[in-house]
């Protein structure tokens, strides 16, 4: 069992999967795992699309101009959106929803990228946003954070190294 740092080490964006499907179990697992992401107040404004449909995967690619073509190949996505009338910070909510998602798999040894579709578009200027609520029937008041598209890794990226870590980043006491 890895710790805790050693998953973070080793959790980067995985763009290329392999063919073979995610394991019931460990759907089960990482559905577990978002529902148990923390949020604000408790409000739970989050709901999750999960999307195996090859057809459909390949439709989710259609979403915006780039960064979103690994989601054709992937044999998993889920899709993060929040009914934005039930709080003002759904964005934070999604978020943390869409991390906690990633290192699950990263966990399970699967390999996950998130894909930004808040803010995007398609080349005419379609919202991926409005796109994704009219492929899945998603009501207006939905508003859809991201993708996050999980399998088994086909890639090998490099580990984080403590020594190339931006330690500047960090201050103490004052900036
Ligand atoms: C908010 C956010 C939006 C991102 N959007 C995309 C995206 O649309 N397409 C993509 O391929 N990767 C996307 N990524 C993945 C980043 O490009 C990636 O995390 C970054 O290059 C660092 O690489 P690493 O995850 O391997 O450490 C996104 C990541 C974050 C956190």
Request: aromatic fraction near 8%; proline fraction near 3%.
């Amino acid at each position: 069992m890895n710790s805790f740092i050693e998953l973070l080490r080793n959790r980067r964006s995985i763009r290329r999967f392999t063919e073979q499907t995610v394991e019931p179990e460990k759907i089960e697992y990482l559905k577990k795992a978002i529902l148990m992401s923390p949020s604000g107040k408790r409000r739970n404004e989050w709901e999750f699309i999960m999307v195996q449909d090859k057809n459909t995967l390949t439709q989710l690619a259609g979403c915006k101009e780039h960064g979103v073509e690994l989601v054709a190949k992937a044999p998993l996505a889920f899709v993060i959106l929040a009914d934005t009338t039930q709080t003002d910070i759904w964005i934070e909510d999604c978020s943390i929803a869409s991390i906690i998602l990633q290192l699950a798999a990263e966990s399970l040894d699967l390999g996950s990228c998130w894909v930004q579709c808040r803010l995007r578009g398609q080349q005419d200027g379609t919202p991926s946003e409005d796109y994704i609520r009219q492929l899945l029937q998603i009501p207006d008041h939905f508003a859809v954070l991201n993708l996050v598209a999980i399998g088994y890794k086909n890639e090998t990226r490099k580990s984080f190294e403590d020594e190339k870590l931006q330690w500047d980043k960090i201050h103490e006491e004052k900036f």
